[in-house]
């Protein structure tokens, strides 16, 4: 059985361990997703306000210096600047100075996203000989990104366009454009940005569905653990408990017996000649008193077990808990120091002879740890709780939990491990709770149990 709970135990580790290294895969691989398109989105972004502007490079070579009339749709500023950094052709939101850029220097670009705007600064002077298209404009890194992704003459999807005939003007013609150096352009990419929410909204959402169902399944896996370690529970107990009553069916007969002899053995003892039988008498007294001893050991583990087996609903009845609880110190041969913190009524319904069970096995507990035993009543939100504490050395460290409750578990000398097991059984049969922990200021330990309170308006007893 050991061997098949280690394994258990394995396939639970490698099953979690599987599921964040999946996890964290898919994060992973989503930041690599936005971090291709982003990228992906600046360099079309950059490409379209390049083709944009050097078609109005084109047209200012041609026609004379642009309006804002003939300004392409996205198109909100376009400037052509000398080498002092003054405008020679100032349109739409295009500044009428700016710093110089060197003839040499690459292509730059800002993206205002707030206003949907990408501005692009670009030197001019690319000789007259190259001719090039709008490919060859781009800024070498941007153009290999662009062909890399298939956008390109490389990738097969875009031949580069027919060369013009004055595409961007070299040196020779730089007269033309009035000495100017560098040219800017204000392009409005909001479409861009909008289909970029876009996306990444629906992968987010998609990210956040695999996510959910990753957690989704990891927690139907923890809950058909738990399922099935509770059907083994139930079947071990159903085979412990079909056997326990066979036992206990065949002890007691046996049991009787032994009594019965035994009272049979003090008498005839008893009964001889007086000075031989007094002498007799008390030679075997004490092992007769052992043989008594062990065989009402036997007789109470019998009980427990046979009270373990019965049906743990039994026949519930209101019971006001404020009465019962003063009636208890009565009943036991140790002190036992009630509290109450209920003003008015506190009933519960179950078996008032369940409730004796319980209380009994956790009182006799307490007492056996060290006397005397603190009993406490209070009233939580909706349930009664009921405290039995001690002064004891406490619980073990490996003691504490659920496996304290069940059937057998016992660290007591002498102990059968029956009678907290029975208690939690009725108590859960109920609609309770029980549990046993140390207490806050570590002298002793204490078992808490919580019982539904019953309503004022249901308090006629059925």
């Known amino acids: ?53 050097a078609a109005l490079t084109e047209y200012y070579a041609r026609s004379g210096p642009p309006d804002e009339s003939v300004l ?12 002092s950094g003054r405008a020679r052709i100032q349109v739409g939101t295009a500044p009428a100075a700016r710093q110089p850029i060197p003839p040499s220097a690459a292509p730059r670009s800002e993206l205002y996203r707030g206003e949907g705007t990408l501005r692009l600064v670009r030197p001019l002077g690319v000789p007259r000989a190259t001719r090039p298209g709008p490919m060859d404009r781009m800024p070498g890194n941007m153009r290999e990104r662009m062909q890399d ?15 013009t005939p004055n595409p961007a003007p070299g040196p020779e013609s730089r007269s033309a454009l009035g000495g100017a150096t560098f040219l800017l352009i204000d392009y409005d990419v909001s479409h861009i940005l909008a289909s970029t929410r876009t996306r990444l909204a629906s992968w987010s959402a998609l990210g956040l569905a695999l996510i959910g169902l990753l957690a989704a399944v990891a927690a139907l896996s923890h809950r058909l653990h738990l399922y099935e370690e509770d059907r083994r529970k139930r079947e071990h107990l159903v085979q412990l408990g079909e056997a326990a009553r066979t036992l206990a069916h065949e002890i007691r007969n046996p049991l009787g017996a032994m009594r019965l002899q035994t009272a049979m053995l003090r008498k005839r003892l008893g009964g001889t000649d007086a000075a031989a039988g007094s002498a007799g008498a008390l030679s075997a007294a004490p092992q007769l008193d052992i043989l008594d001893e062990e065989v009402g050991r036997i007789d109470a583990l019998v009980n427990e077990v046979r009270e373990f087996l019965q049906d743990p609903t039994g026949a519930p009845e209101n019971i006001e808990l404020t009465e019962f609880l003063q009636s208890l110190p009565t009943r036991y041969s140790f002190p036992i120091e009630v509290e109450l913190h209920c003003p008015s009524p506190c009933t519960v319904r179950l078996d008032r002879h369940r409730l004796h069970s319980v209380l009994g096995n956790v009182l006799r507990n307490a007492a056996e740890a060290a006397p005397p035993v603190e009993l406490s009543l209070r009233r939580t939100r909706d349930s009664a709780e009921i405290r039995v504490a001690d002064r004891g050395p406490g619980l073990p460290a490996d ?37 046993l922990r140390n207490r806050d200021d570590g002298a002793g330990a204490e078992c808490i149990i919580h019982l539904p309170e019953v309503p004022p308006d249901a308090r006629a007893d059925r």
């Open 149 to 163: 992704r298939g956008m390109g003459p490389r990738g097969g999807m875009m031949q580069p366009p027919e060369p």
């Open 399 to 435: 003691a504490a939990g659920e496996h304290v409750f069940d059937p057998f578990y016992t660290r007591k000398e002498g102990g059968f491990g029956v009678g907290l097991a029975v208690s939690k059984r009725f108590v859960e049969a109920a609609g309770g709770s029980i549990a």
């Open 1 to 53: 059985m050991s061997t098949a709970m280690n394994r258990e135990k394995r396939q639970r580790y490698l099953l979690i361990a599987a599921g964040v290294g999946l996890t964290t895969l898919l994060v992973a691989g989503f930041v690599f997703l936005l971090s291709q398109r982003g990228e992906h989105d600046r360099t079309l972004m950059e490409f379209e306000a390049l083709q944009a502007a």
């Open 72 to 83: 392409p749709e996205r198109v909100r500023g376009f400037g052509i600047y000398d080498d």
